[in-house]
């Protein structure tokens, strides 16, 4: 399995910025695609986007949104540290939530393919 830990995750107010990372290690040839969910009190978890990673390589060619964030975010990696960041910018209150980056097979943008997660990282938006 792929061990994924979050990182960045804090405050910011209204129409501010943060950037998540999330570090990759282990068997990373066993999954295709690195993605971010998120998770708010009350609500479903939300897959937020993705991105291909295959044969260990990230390709920022092949990236997926969930329409709330389609504008706002971005998601983008690093093959040399195998690390995928997620850069939210114009954040909102409704973006407050617990967001986890996740791994998976087969295709990056459909978010039922995500099946390995890390602990999450806290963004709260006031």
């Known amino acids: 399995h792929v061990q994924l830990v979050e990182s960045g995750g804090g405050s910011a107010l209204a129409g501010g910025s943060l950037t998540l990372s999330c570090a990759a290690s282990g068997y990373t040839h066993s999954s295709s695609c690195l993605g971010w969910f998120r998770k708010a009190p009350g609500k479903e978890r939300e897959g937020v986007a993705g991105?291909?990673?295959?044969?260990?390589?990230?390709?920022?060619?092949?990236?997926y949104y969930g329409d709330s964030v389609k504008g706002r975010f971005t998601i983008a990696g690093d093959p040399a540290k195998n690390t995928v960041y997620l850069q939210m910018n114009n954040l909102q209150p409704e973006d407050t939530a617990m967001y986890y980056c996740?791994?998976?097979?087969?295709?990056?943008?459909?978010?039922?393919?995500?099946?390995?997660w890390g602990q999450g990282t806290q963004v709260t938006v006031s």
């Open positions: 991105i291909v990673f295959a044969g260990g390589i990230i390709d920022d060619g092949h990236t």
């Open positions: 996740a791994s998976g097979s087969l295709a990056c943008g459909r978010w039922s393919d995500y099946n390995n």
